[in-house]
């Protein structure tokens, strides 16, 4: 079993250092080790204590909550400031090139920002916008951006696509063309390099030289993937064990007695099944959109709930706001069509006990039904009259499943920065305004947190991730009524799962 264990966590180890390696922290000046040791020291923290106390012991609160709160936001500050040195010194750079060109009486010429667009270039960009569509004004120079302000004379889809077909037509893929919006509401169109950049434009000043380097990154790796999902389902099968009540002196017979693995299967599949369809429906929909992604990638951890959930990553930008949103939500649906029919079993083959002053939402031994409506709801068609009001639920291994899949349909769904939330609301009214309403979120879930202390992490993990989404190509473009009806329903979906149920529910249930 120790060797099982060291196995899982030096295989999780290496994963996490190869992904780091693909990703943007390889890019920053902070060396790669002291990211992965940030990353990685809630696990080995976690992993010295079951190694010194075993699971007898039960582990402090606050050193197993602590690390998990505070290591992202060490992570996120070491990598931000990383970027932020290597922005500074390509500033320094740029200015020391500035200082050397001097003017005929050996002045120092003001800073100016380069121009990506020669004389000749920028007088074919006006040509790329048609008075019908777009009225150009004004094209302005920032740092790695050509900013095109103008009047938007058309429908904001129909412009966006002449303007980047234009474009397209002139520069090749040496630019990704964007539709947005600045704070006063005027739509503008801004160039930024393509960093995806396939093919060299006849009048690229900085044309690729190797043959290599026009060959596109590949972005799947099956290996990888498969991988990160059978350590997954070996780590998801040995909590689930735990939880379907084999005790540790069985644990430590596991290589004699391997049917005890079956043991955990219910637990395992069930929550693999859950986390699979919602970042498959991700996938799916990403890939309808023409959206590069990757594979689903799992997170395996030889302790807690045996996995910290799963993940794809985008490697193209979302080209609209009907992509964002198409994308966003169809996580969370696909994950609910497994989770409620997984929870309704599970509820049914629950235990239905008294409650006391242990029960809370996370208490799987003693669940309050009642502090979730949806929870509620599903609780009363599985357990009918045997639902009373001073219950509590010990979950069967596979409600434990579909529970936690609620959760994370819940928490995914909150309408805050990069979750599928965010997403949602930023595709249904805008940047600026789902900033406003990410705000407002994590001040109700702070307040609501007061009355349900469950919830507190949820509040602070919301407190420190950032508001602000990324925008699509074209940011400006609407989304239809029937886009704008689901993400309403959603967002009553949310507030199902996360409000208690009323009194007057309570008396009508029961």
């Known amino acids: 079993m120790i060797l099982w264990f060291f196995f899982l966590l030096l295989a999780l180890g290496w994963m996490t250092y190869s992904l780091l390696q693909r990703s943007i922290a390889a890019k920053g000046t902070t060396p790669l080790w002291i990211l992965w040791l940030v990353m990685m020291a809630p696990a080995l923290i976690w992993s010295l204590w079951t190694l010194v106390y075993g699971t007898q012991q039960p582990m402090p609160v606050a050193l197993a909550i602590v690390p998990f709160l505070a290591c992202p936001i060490l992570y996120w500050v070491l990598l931000r400031q990383s970027l932020r040195n290597i922005q500074r010194q390509e500033n320094q750079a740029l200015g020391t090139v500035q200082a050397v060109a001097t003017e005929p009486d050996g002045a120092s010429p003001a800073p100016k920002v380069p121009r990506p667009l020669n004389q000749e270039e920028e007088a074919d960009l006006n040509h790329c916008f048609p008075w019908s569509h777009f009225a150009l004004h004004k094209v302005e120079y920032r740092l790695q951006a050509v900013i095109c302000q103008g009047q938007l004379r058309s429908d904001p889809s129909a412009a966006y696509q002449r303007i980047q077909q234009n474009v397209k037509a002139r520069f090749g893929d040496r630019f990704l063309v964007l539709l947005q919006e600045n704070f006063q509401g005027q739509p503008f169109?801004?160039?930024?390099?393509?960093?995806?950049?396939?093919?060299?434009?006849?009048?690229?000043?900085?044309?690729?030289?190797?043959v290599g380097s026009l060959a596109p990154t590949p972005i799947y790796r099956p290996g990888l993937a498969l991988s990160l999902l059978l350590m997954t389902l070996i780590t998801t099968t040995l909590i689930g064990m735990v939880l379907a009540g084999v005790t540790p002196e069985e644990m430590s017979t596991l290589s004699d007695n391997s049917v005890l693995l079956l043991e955990g299967l219910p637990y395992s599949l069930t929550l693999l099944a859950v986390l699979g369809c919602h970042e498959f429906?991700?996938?799916?929909?990403?890939?309808?959109?023409?959206?590069?992604?990757?594979l689903p990638y799992f997170i395996p951890i030889p302790f807690f709930?045996?996995?910290?959930?799963?993940?794809?990553?985008?490697?193209?930008?979302?080209?609209?706001?009907?992509?964002?949103?198409?994308?966003s939500i169809a996580g969370p649906l696909a994950g609910l069509v497994v989770t409620l029919p997984c929870l309704w079993w599970g509820l049914h083959q629950s235990l239905v006990i008294e409650r006391s002053d242990l029960s809370s939402l996370l208490n799987f031994e003693s669940v309050d039904p009642w502090r979730s409506i949806l929870l509620a709801l599903v609780s009363r068609l599985a357990l009918g009259d045997s639902l009373s009001n001073d219950v509590a639920l010990q979950l069967h291994p596979v409600a434990i499943a579909g529970y936690l899949g609620l959760v994370i349909t819940a928490l995914n769904l909150m309408p805050v920065g990069q979750l599928d939330g965010g997403h949602i609301v930023h595709a249904m009214f805008g940047q600026r305004i789902g900033a406003i309403v990410g705000q407002v979120t994590r001040l109700f879930m702070l307040i609501l947190s007061i009355t349900q202390p469950d919830l507190l992490l949820w509040a602070l993990l919301l407190l420190f991730m950032p508001v602000v989404d990324e925008p699509a190509l074209n940011d400006v473009s609407e989304l239809n009524n029937g886009r704008d009806l689901l993400g309403f329903l959603c967002l009553l979906l949310l507030l199902l799962i996360v409000l208690p149920a009323p009194q007057s529910l309570v008396s009508w249930l029961i």
């Open 305 to 327: 709930l045996g996995t910290f959930g799963a993940f794809i990553q985008m490697r193209s930008p979302v080209p609209n706001r009907k992509a964002l949103f198409d994308v």
């Open 189 to 210: 169109f801004a160039l930024v390099p393509n960093p995806q950049k396939t093919t060299a434009p006849a009048l690229d000043p900085d044309p690729p030289t190797a």
């Open 281 to 294: 429906g991700h996938f799916f929909a990403a890939r309808w959109h023409k959206v590069r992604t990757t």
